[in-house]
């Protein structure tokens, strides 16, 4: 049997933790060769960055332990071999990529230092180091490579920062990247266009990408190779397209249906007086205008989908309408009245009508509160809403109605899983019966099959209770499946609102269908499919 | 940078006018100097000729305005009890405890930073909780009683270093050393958290994947990065010495800022009072500056 670049064999990895033994990786083998993408798909938890740790050396011993297994790579055992022999492997022979590049590259130095300082640590002379990192840049598609050697990583945009990492790893030729999750923490364009610098690269130096992701988009656009894990364990490999088309195990064929963006689209009947009308809207922070005279209208019970990049304004958004921010001209009527202009009586009333649920459930929930305590201080504020008597059964109601059971009302945050956490937080928004929930990319950091756990809530919710939502989000699969109309924003401008078949199915500015053509399909046969056409205009381009 | 340092330049004068106010007024009411100066049975003809003299028959607000008329032409007037200029004699002590200050707090950023660095990289390993014994030890225990155990060790008993005084490099181990004993086990303390949170941070683990070697992970991609925290403790440490390591000075007859003023406040010699607060205060917002610059110059994202 021909020897593979890198071969994992029946790894275990251990932690001991305070709570006890986590079995992160049993028993896990998979390998990679010269010139292919290899991606390892999995939800948070299941075990699929340990092994990249284990081959780069990054446990920490303890708590870490590994407990079988070797890992070769060109002939030797990674796992056998002393620090410093390992040392000299990394960032030479294998180089990895993580998420979030800002935290990822030293703020302090500058990236032209970080970028030559490996190249300086295995051997190569500071001039020679200093010319390679410049074509590094050039090659990347950083602009202005001089000037961009002696920045410092915070005067990068995310997708920049992200290409500065590539520029790093790839600096010493290495036989193998690893990239976790490169893309996740980009808006949809820079995702596109970092996975196709990525590819490229690889045809060009014909090194084995590893890619670890949790985005089956990710996988059907750039691996040739997937492995399934859950729970530390291998369930499933083979060709992406053997692996979305005809999944064997069942825990695949549960991440496949999860998978957002092919459900039936909701078709709004506008009729009636809106719920909110907002008119003209703006909002600047010194010089930088946040918002430029954004209008919409919201009919009770309806989804208005807020979509755009990063920085288009759409948290700007929601905090101004809910008056945790000023806005500085236009108007919201709420029922026909000027929330903007309401005096704190009127907003205090206000409040109980527009409830607020945020992206990271760790952070909004105070962890020192029970349950029962987060959700029932909704009516120490207002405590018209019920009688003291009936807020433990009104807990209990509340969380049976998000899916969780009342004997969890004793419990703490911190003793729940993220998706649990956010039933939590919408049990608390519900607790004041609203009539508006705002939704700040609520679902965003959720695994797919939780997302779709918590989609499914709170479409049963505006079924059932009648609740509009204003619905902040960049995932655009995901806004298919819940939205009634979909405003697309950009800088601070609406660029374009409708229905949600309008957008999706018949977008009429630029930047709509780009950002609709940036998002990656699940199915490898219509990504490869789309990917043609952006290949073509890559081309022209270039 | 240039318009942050002009308000941090006008909001310290402020500060200083309003500390100048209050410590004249304040030092008037413990008494009258006349009282101190003279000998027991002095006349009252000696008393009045001693106030006139030194101006203090006229009104409080007559003298505080005389008071500030001469230090805008920079003179801070006589020390009553040397008969000399009071900032000279001021300044005379301030070098000396400028010197003391500026040998301890090098050696204790010096080794506290090296030592916590060390500590943090293998928390709870056997050097960390040894240093950490060590350190807790020096930050807890009062600086008086080191200074005494120290002279009855190694002075008297053990006959190695001069008891007080200055004039011999010997004579600055002891009160070296016992000044650095305290804010060494602080800093150390506060090196090692922020050493321990920076190891813990993403680019490590990509200085590790690029195959960074431990002493670099340390001393060039942590140190920075855990510096600012440190440098605020250092700068607050090295404020309190020059303001006077009052307690040292005095136990080692040290010639220093503490000492005069200490000897000033109990003599009354209220120019020299003055004076040295004034000297002081500009001392510490000089460091203040410093340590400001020392915080751009370590990370880029505040220089904007």
């Given at each position: 049997m021909a020897e593979?670049l890198?071969?994992?064999?029946?790894?275990?990895?251990?932690?001991?933790t305070?709570?006890?033994?986590?079995h992160?990786?049993r028993?896990?083998?998979?390998h990679?060769d010269?010139?292919?993408?290899?991606?390892?798909?999995?939800?948070?938890?299941?075990g699929?960055?340990v092994?990249?740790?284990?081959i780069?050396?990054?446990?920490?011993?303890?708590?870490?332990?590994?407990?079988?297994g070797?890992?070769?790579?060109?002939?030797?055992?990674?796992l056998?071999?002393s620090?410093?022999?390992?040392?000299?492997?990394n960032?030479?022979?294998?180089?990895?990529i993580?998420?979030d590049?800002?935290?990822?590259?030293?703020?302090?130095?500058?990236?032209?230092?970080?970028?030559?300082e490996?190249?300086?640590?295995?051997?190569i002379?500071a001039?020679?180091?200093?010319?390679?990192?410049l074509?590094?840049?050039?090659?990347?598609g950083?602009?202005?490579p001089?000037?961009?050697?002696?920045k410092?990583?915070?005067?990068?945009?995310?997708g920049?920062?992200?290409?500065?990492?590539?520029a790093?790893?790839?600096a010493?030729?290495?036989d193998?990247?690893?990239?976790d999750e490169p893309?996740?923490a980009?808006?949809?364009?820079?995702?596109a266009?970092?996975l196709a610098?990525?590819?490229e690269?690889?045809?060009?130096t014909g090194?084995g990408l590893?890619l670890?992701?949790?985005?089956?988009?990710v996988?059907?656009?750039?691996?040739?190779?997937?492995?399934v894990?859950?729970?530390?364990e291998?369930?499933?490999t083979?060709?992406p397209?053997?692996v979305?088309?005809?999944?064997?195990h069942?825990?695949?064929r549960?991440?496949?249906?999860?998978?957002?963006?092919r459900?039936?689209?909701h078709?709004p009947n506008?009729?009636?007086?809106?719920l909110?009308?907002?008119?003209?809207?703006?909002?600047?922070?010194?010089?930088?205008?946040?918002?430029?005279?954004v209008s919409?209208t919201?009919?009770p019970?309806e989804t208005?989908?807020?979509?755009?990049?990063s920085?288009?304004?759409?948290?700007?958004?929601?905090?101004?309408?809910?008056?945790?921010?000023?806005?500085?001209?236009?108007h919201a009527?709420?029922?026909?009245?000027d929330?903007?202009k309401?005096?704190?009586?009127?907003l205090y009333?206000?409040?109980r009508?527009?409830?607020?649920?945020?992206?990271?459930?760790?952070?909004?929930l105070?962890p020192r509160?029970?349950?029962?305590?987060?959700i029932?201080?909704?009516w120490?504020?207002?405590?018209?809403?019920?009688p003291?008597?009936q807020?433990?059964?009104?807990v209990?109601?509340?969380?049976?109605q998000?899916g969780?059971?009342?004997a969890?009302?004793?419990?703490?945050?911190?003793q729940?899983?993220?998706g649990?956490?956010q039933?939590i937080?919408?049990?608390?928004?519900?607790?004041?019966?609203p009539?508006l929930?705002?939704?700040?990319e609520?679902?965003s950091?959720?695994?797919?099959s939780?997302q779709a756990?918590?989609?499914?809530?709170?479409d049963?919710?505006?079924?059932?209770l009648g609740?509009?939502f204003?619905?902040?989000a960049?995932d655009?699969?995901?806004?298919?499946?819940?939205?009634?109309h979909?405003?697309?924003?950009?800088?601070g401008?609406?660029?374009e609102v409708g229905t949600?078949?309008q957008?999706?199915?018949?977008?009429?500015r630029d930047?709509?269908?780009?950002?609709l053509?940036?998002g990656?399909d699940?199915?490898p046969?219509v990504?490869?499919a789309?990917?043609?056409p952006?290949?073509?205009?890559?081309?022209?381009?270039g | 940078?240039?318009?942050?340092m002009?308000?941090r330049?006008?909001?310290?004068?402020f500060?200083?006018v309003a500390?100048?106010v209050?410590?004249?007024?304040?030092s008037?009411l413990?008494?009258?100097?006349a009282?101190?100066f003279?000998?027991?049975?002095?006349?009252?003809?000696m008393?009045?000729q001693?106030r006139?003299?030194?101006g203090?028959n006229d009104?409080?607000?007559?003298?505080?305005?005389?008071?500030?008329w001469?230090v805008?032409?920079?003179?801070?007037?006589?020390?009553i009890?040397k008969?000399r200029?009071a900032?000279?004699?001021?300044?005379e002590?301030?070098?000396w405890t400028?010197?003391?200050a500026?040998?301890?707090i090098?050696?204790?950023?010096?080794l506290?930073?090296t030592?916590?660095s060390?500590?943090?990289?293998?928390?709870g390993?056997?050097?960390?909780?040894?240093?950490?014994?060590?350190?807790?030890?020096?930050?807890s225990?009062?600086?008086?009683?080191?200074?005494i155990?120290?002279?009855?060790v190694f002075?008297?008993?053990?006959?190695?270093?001069?008891t007080?005084?200055?004039?011999?490099?010997w004579?600055?181990?002891?009160?070296?050393?016992v000044?650095?004993?305290?804010p060494?086990?602080?800093?150390?303390?506060?090196?090692?958290?922020?050493m321990?949170?920076?190891?813990?941070?993403?680019?490590?683990?990509?200085?590790?994947?690029?195959?960074?070697g431990?002493r670099s992970i340390i001393?060039?991609h942590?140190?920075r990065?855990?510096?600012l925290?440190?440098?605020?403790?250092?700068?607050?440490?090295?404020?309190?010495?020059?303001n006077g390591?009052?307690?040292v000075?005095?136990?080692?007859?040290f010639?220093?800022?503490?000492k005069?003023?200490?000897?000033?406040?109990?003599?009354?010699?209220?120019?020299?009072?003055l004076?040295?607060?004034?000297?002081t205060a500009?001392?510490?917002?000089?460091?203040n500056?410093l340590?400001?610059?020392?915080?751009?110059l370590?990370?880029?994202r505040?220089?904007?």
């Amino acid at each position: 049997m021909a020897e593979h670049l890198l071969e994992v064999r029946n790894l275990s990895v251990q932690f001991h933790t305070a709570g006890g033994t986590v079995h992160a990786v049993r028993n896990i083998s998979w390998h990679l060769d010269r010139g292919e993408t290899l991606a390892i798909l999995g939800e948070s938890g299941s075990g699929k960055s340990v092994s990249a740790s284990a081959i780069m050396n990054l446990i920490d011993m303890p708590p870490g332990e590994i407990t079988s297994g070797e890992v070769t790579f060109a002939g030797r055992n990674l796992l056998a071999m002393s620090d410093d022999e390992r040392r000299a492997i990394n960032g030479k022979r294998i180089a990895m990529i993580f998420q979030d590049p800002l935290s990822h590259l030293n703020p302090v130095f500058t990236v032209g230092w970080q970028i030559i300082e490996v190249m300086r640590i295995h051997g190569i002379a500071a001039d020679a180091a200093r010319a390679r990192a410049l074509d590094l840049l050039k090659r990347v598609g950083i602009p202005a490579p001089e000037t961009a050697m002696r920045k410092y990583p915070h005067q990068f945009s995310g997708g920049q920062r992200q290409r500065l990492m590539i520029a790093m790893a790839l600096a010493l030729k290495p036989d193998i990247v690893i990239a976790d999750e490169p893309t996740t923490a980009l808006d949809v364009t820079v995702q596109a266009e970092v996975l196709a610098l990525l590819d490229e690269l690889q045809k060009e130096t014909g090194l084995g990408l590893l890619l670890i992701t949790h985005d089956l988009g990710v996988v059907a656009d750039i691996a040739d190779r997937v492995v399934v894990m859950n729970a530390g364990e291998i369930v499933e490999t083979g060709t992406p397209d053997e692996v979305y088309h005809n999944p064997k195990h069942p825990y695949t064929r549960k991440l496949i249906s999860a998978a957002p963006g092919r459900g039936e689209m909701h078709e709004p009947n506008a009729a009636g007086e809106p719920l909110l009308r907002v008119e003209n809207l703006c909002k600047s922070y010194g010089s930088f205008k946040a918002l430029k005279e954004v209008s919409f209208t919201l009919q009770p019970g309806e989804t208005m989908a807020v979509v755009g990049e990063s920085g288009s304004g759409k948290s700007t958004l929601a905090r101004a309408l809910l008056r945790l921010d000023e806005a500085d001209s236009g108007h919201a009527y709420w029922n026909g009245r000027d929330l903007l202009k309401m005096p704190a009586k009127e907003l205090y009333q206000l409040r109980r009508q527009m409830q607020m649920v945020f992206q990271d459930p760790t952070q909004s929930l105070n962890p020192r509160m029970t349950v029962y305590q987060l959700i029932s201080e909704a009516w120490v504020i207002h405590p018209e809403i019920l009688p003291k008597a009936q807020w433990r059964s009104r807990v209990e109601e509340l969380l049976t109605q998000v899916g969780l059971s009342p004997a969890h009302a004793e419990r703490y945050p911190h003793q729940f899983s993220g998706g649990q956490r956010q039933r939590i937080a919408i049990a608390r928004a519900l607790a004041l019966r609203p009539e508006l929930i705002v939704c700040d990319e609520a679902v965003s950091a959720l695994d797919v099959s939780i997302q779709a756990q918590v989609i499914a809530l709170l479409d049963k919710l505006r079924r059932e209770l009648g609740i509009a939502f204003i619905f902040i989000a960049h995932d655009l699969p995901v806004v298919r499946d819940f939205a009634d109309h979909v405003m697309v924003m950009q800088a601070g401008e609406c660029v374009e609102v409708g229905t949600v078949r309008q957008i999706f199915e018949n977008p009429q500015r630029d930047y709509t269908r780009r950002l609709l053509d940036a998002g990656l399909d699940p199915d490898p046969r219509v990504q490869a499919a789309r990917r043609m056409p952006k290949v073509r205009a890559g081309l022209e381009v270039g | 940078m240039g318009k942050k340092m002009m308000r941090r330049i006008v909001s310290s004068f402020f500060s200083l006018v309003a500390l100048v106010v209050m410590v004249f007024f304040l030092s008037r009411l413990t008494g009258d100097p006349a009282a101190l100066f003279l000998p027991i049975d002095a006349t009252q003809e000696m008393l009045d000729q001693f106030r006139e003299l030194h101006g203090l028959n006229d009104p409080l607000i007559q003298q505080f305005g005389r008071y500030v008329w001469d230090v805008l032409h920079l003179d801070f007037g006589d020390s009553i009890r040397k008969a000399r200029p009071a900032i000279d004699v001021v300044l005379e002590s301030f070098t000396w405890t400028l010197q003391l200050a500026l040998i301890t707090i090098a050696l204790v950023t010096a080794l506290a930073i090296t030592i916590g660095s060390v500590a943090a990289f293998r928390p709870g390993g056997l050097f960390d909780r040894f240093v950490s014994l060590v350190s807790l030890i020096g930050a807890s225990a009062p600086d008086f009683w080191i200074a005494i155990v120290g002279i009855v060790v190694f002075s008297i008993t053990l006959g190695w270093v001069p008891t007080s005084g200055t004039g011999t490099v010997w004579h600055w181990i002891l009160p070296v050393a016992v000044l650095f004993i305290r804010p060494f086990g602080l800093i150390l303390q506060v090196v090692r958290g922020s050493m321990l949170t920076a190891f813990g941070s993403a680019y490590v683990k990509t200085a590790r994947a690029k195959g960074v070697g431990n002493r670099s992970i340390i001393f060039v991609h942590t140190l920075r990065n855990a510096m600012l925290p440190v440098i605020t403790v250092i700068g607050d440490q090295a404020a309190a010495m020059l303001n006077g390591a009052v307690v040292v000075e005095t136990i080692f007859g040290f010639p220093g800022v503490g000492k005069l003023m200490i000897d000033s406040i109990l003599q009354r010699d209220f120019n020299v009072i003055l004076a040295a607060i004034m000297v002081t205060a500009l001392a510490i917002f000089v460091m203040n500056l410093l340590i400001d610059i020392a915080y751009t110059l370590l990370d880029p994202r505040l220089r904007t």
